[in-house]
């Protein structure tokens, strides 16, 4: 019996033993801080989401239980899944409501401790901790003592809320109100010390007042105050000999309290009778002082603080941006690229690069909208040319429309060959607006015309590019691409930031705009419609926007800003003065539609102010667009293409127009229907161009005509051509030399002859008949009448006298 005693004593001992051991091991100290820690991190995202998303999962969590954990189907928006919404539900609504995130922070500092972090006073922040909760809970209880109906989130928790109706039945609502008041104060005194100290001064300073106010009642105080001014002067000795310790004035400060008093009752009297004689110098010296203060300079620093920023929005408060509803989505005409046909091109491609012995080492794919890109690496010792002249035969092999070799891709070291998927998707207006990308955009003008080969949206900043030339032929999608470039900046810009100048030749293309003339349109003052179809009203509407941008130049001068940005931003904030001309400037968009006609009809009238907006308008916000279906050397110039650097380019028909536009063939080996190619510099990207139908742009432009505008379009600057005279149109300020003479032959003969008029003075036939224009123009003879001569209105050389003098 003794021996079995023993041996259970011993393995008592050992259990025992080896439960302590267990309990205190680093490692599970270690795993329990590394899980405190996580918990509370998982707490903490739990809580911040509960905040957000509780609204949303309410529904699925009052659920049943098992059908809450075990249905998959239902998920929850909590970033802490299902585990963290419930959770979050359990201690926050059924807890202790918002304060309930300081156990968050009561797990992390235990989890600290744990791990062996040094934390000082770890139980009073416990501690603190727990009285902050339960106080706090009351008070958040009894402030949202009644919740809405659909409020998901209650801030003083289940027993916030209890306790807060407890009390308020016990002591009321006023009562409640004093209880935490109290509680609160109390536990910042005891805590604080600082806060005590505050407190304490606070209220001492009231009393302090009082003695001054009866100095003169009492009498008797005089010889107590005299034995104070002694030991006044004792501690005064004292503190000399020692000398100026901290220490010597914390023992002698507190018992001097009524001594300091007596000074202050003596020492004014001694101040006022000593310095009585300045008073009237420092405040001569004082008031000398202050006037400079009082400056207009000074008045004119505070005021632009105090002043909010010019919002040019303000002007069409009111105004809203055009909404995704307005375009269509064209998802359901999309087909995806089968992975038998990626497989059967890229089959064929090998095939043929064998037969002429072109080996490649790897092959991979990038689909894209229209087309996909294969990208080969050709073994060592093949030349890239011998791949380039493959074109038509890979072509051929792959019967495809045409497919475009790119020998090699810039900055990958690969070769690719663009081959047309079978079932090209539309890339619709719809998508792009609503890309990320694209409503993100902090460019000054944003302009997203399509996606990449990647799928990735295409964008550009039309204030950096800063001119766009484009080509193509009809029916490939060329005004598809400018009314996509139109609606990417109705979309983005307000109208007043930005106007339009439309000029259309075929007066059919951008008509559709002349609905938002008083939002987004600019035209001539005097001019009914506001998309310029008249060539005289081109040249002279373009010849206004030079002195426009001249007028923007002298202003930008005058405000010391180098361009458009900084001079808005200049005006925004107030620093440029309306008074002296100054202004908000909106960007102008000139877009040219049919450039080529307006060529061959106008020529140098055209291409010259053109090129002089092209060069220098950059800097003051004014950009251009043109367009063309005929890139051919005698269209585009080599001024044009001088100033146009951006350029864009659909299908056309040769490889000539391909390298007019683009100074490189590619363009002619497009798909159409929107594949396009875009050069910024020398990079050249292939995009498919989203699409916009004309009734999509009717609604976006209805929907933005029907809101309120600006009385009239955005006048541009008056101009008055100095055209050559045309018939029946003669300036007779700039008369022939000989005018008065012709004019006294035709009386005096009664005769209107330009051949009579040739051979009197013995000039050509142009400068003879410039002259009858003129005597025409004048009243002097008639009009012409063929053959016959002209008839004589003047008949005496008395009346032809007066018609001079008064001409």
Aim: net charge negative; with cysteine.
């Amino acid at each position: 019996m003794a021996f079995r005693r023993k041996k259970s004593s011993k393995s008592k001992t050992k259990s025992t033993g080896k439960k302590k051991f267990w309990f205190r091991n680093e490692k599970f100290h270690f795993i329990l801080g590394i899980f405190l820690l996580s918990f509370s991190a998982f707490l903490l995202i739990s809580f911040v989401s509960f905040l957000f998303y509780g609204a949303a999962d309410q529904s699925i969590m009052d659920a049943p239980w098992k059908e809450f954990l075990f249905d998959s189907s239902k998920n929850v928006r909590n970033s802490g899944m299902k585990v963290g919404a419930l959770l979050s539900e359990k201690i926050i609504n059924g807890g202790f409501g918002l304060a309930s995130f300081l156990f968050i922070y009561m797990a992390a500092l235990t989890g600290l401790k744990i791990l062996g972090r040094s934390i000082a006073r770890y139980r009073q922040h416990m501690l603190d901790s727990l009285l902050i909760i339960i106080w706090l809970s009351l008070t958040l209880g009894f402030i949202f003592n009644k919740t809405g109906a659909d409020s998901f989130l209650y801030p003083g928790g289940h027993y916030g809320f209890i306790l807060s109706n407890w009390l308020r039945s016990l002591v009321g609502i006023i009562g409640m109100a004093l209880i935490l008041l109290i509680i609160g104060l109390v536990y910042v005194v005891v805590r604080f010390d600082k806060a005590y100290e505050f407190l304490k001064n606070l209220l001492k300073q009231k009393p302090k007042q009082k003695p001054l106010a009866n100095e003169e009642e009492d009498d008797d105080l005089e010889p107590f105050e005299e034995e104070k001014e002694d030991e006044i002067v004792g501690h005064d000795d004292i503190s000399t000999v020692i000398g100026e310790d901290d220490v010597v004035r914390a023992i002698f400060e507190p018992d001097g309290d009524e001594d300091f008093e007596v000074e202050q009752k003596e020492e004014p009297e001694e101040v006022v009778a000593e310095e009585e004689p300045f008073e009237e110098e420092a405040e001569e010296e004082l008031s000398l002082h202050v006037e400079p203060k009082i400056k207009e300079e000074e008045v004119d620093e505070i005021e632009p603080e105090e002043l909010e920023d010019y919002d040019p929005t303000l002007d069409l408060a009111s105004y809203k941006f055009p909404t995704l509803e307005l375009l269509e989505d064209h998802k359901f005409d999309n087909a995806e690229v089968k992975q038998e046909e990626l497989v059967a091109n890229k089959n064929k491609i090998v095939e043929t690069l064998r037969h002429y012995k072109i080996e490649i080492t790897k092959i991979r794919a990038t689909i894209g909208p229209t087309i996909t890109l294969y990208e080969i690496v050709p073994a060592p010792g093949v030349r890239i040319s011998k791949i380039k002249n493959l074109e038509d035969d890979i072509a051929l092999s792959l019967s495809a429309l045409g497919i475009r070799i790119i020998a090699p891709i810039p900055g990958r070291g690969t070769i690719g060959i663009e081959v047309p998927n079978q079932h090209p998707e539309v890339v619709s207006m719809h998508s792009i607006v609503r890309s990320k990308k694209f409503q993100e955009s902090t460019a000054e003008l944003p302009v997203a015309m399509g996606k990449t080969i990647s799928n990735e949206t295409y964008m550009f900043d039309l204030a950096k590019m800063p001119h766009i030339l484009v080509a193509g032929a009809t029916g490939q999608g060329k005004s598809v691409g400018v009314n996509v470039i139109i609606t990417s900046l109705l979309y983005k810009k307000h109208p007043s930031q930005l106007k339009f100048v439309f000029i259309d030749p075929k007066k059919v293309e951008l008509n559709i705009y002349s609905v938002i003339e008083k939002h987004y349109l600019a035209k001539l003052p005097d001019t009914e419609e506001a998309v310029i179809t008249d060539i005289q009203k081109v040249k002279n509407t373009l010849n206004s926007v030079n002195i426009e941008m001249d007028a923007r130049y002298d202003l930008l001068k005058a405000a010391h800003a180098r361009n458009i940005k900084e001079y808005n931003k200049k005006f925004i904030s107030r620093r440029l003065n309306p008074e002296k001309g100054h202004k908000f400037m909106p960007y102008i968009v000139v877009i040219i539609d049919e450039f080529a006609d307006l060529i061959m009809t106008a020529g140098k009238e055209i291409e010259l102010p053109i090129a002089r907006i092209a060069q220098l308008a950059r800097a003051v916000g004014i950009h251009m667009i043109i367009a063309t279906q005929r890139p051919s050397t005698n269209i585009i110039t080599g001024v044009i293409k001088a100033n146009f650097p951006a350029r864009i380019a659909f299908k056309v028909a040769s490889m000539i127009d391909s390298r007019t536009i683009l100074d490189t063939p590619g363009a002619n080996q497009l798909i159409g229907k929107g594949d396009m190619l875009i050069a910024s510099g020398s990079e050249i990207t292939r995009v498919q161009c989203a699409f916009v139908d004309t009734p999509e742009v009717e609604k976006i432009c209805a929907f933005i005509g029907d809101q309120r505008g600006y009385p009239t379009a955005f006048l541009l600057p008056e101009y008055v051509g100095d055209d050559e005279p045309g018939p029946g149109d003669v300036d007779l300020n700039n008369r022939d030399d000989l005018f008065d003479d012709a004019a006294r032959v035709v009386v005096m003969n009664q005769m209107g002859s330009t051949s009579m008029i040739q051979r009197r003075f013995a000039i050509g036939y142009n400068r003879a008949g410039r002259l009858m224009d003129q005597l025409e123009a004048a009243g002097i003879v008639g009009p012409s009448e063929g053959s016959k001569a002209r008839q004589v209105l003047i008949s005496d050389e008395y009346s032809l006298e007066q018609l001079l003098n008064n001409l």
